[in-house]
């Protein structure tokens, strides 16, 4: 089995195994969103459900969420934690998908290394 087809089976099998939103998730103030990150050529994939407002499983819920809240659930216009970061190129491709105020979000980018992941979204893709 190659490396992609393992990473779509395990991306799959995670998203069997998320809880169905409970009701009232869609209401407005409220967002439920699957994150990933994922290496080059999806060597690697981490992902979790941020559920906002709620607990969740993200280390950094709160402000993830507060970032999210400030940017109107869209993952592109985060303002992040600018700082420099190094030239090295290590792409990672971070992605949201969910909803927002019941407003469906589907967000893909890719970033030349971590650092930049980071820098652009601040803590939403820290996990």
Known sequence: ?????TVVVATAAALTVLPMAPAGA???G????FLTVSGVQDTWIRGLQLACPGPGHHPHAGEACASLARAHGDPGALTGDRHLC???YDPVTAS???TWHGRVVNWRKT???ACALESATGRVFQF
């Open 111 to 113: 970033f030349p290394n």
């Open 1 to 5: 089995m190659s490396v992609r087809t």
């Open 96 to 98: 949201a998908d969910g």
């Open 26 to 28: 869609d209401e407005p």
């Open 86 to 88: 190094t030239r090295e």
């Open 30 to 33: 409220q967002g439920r969103l």
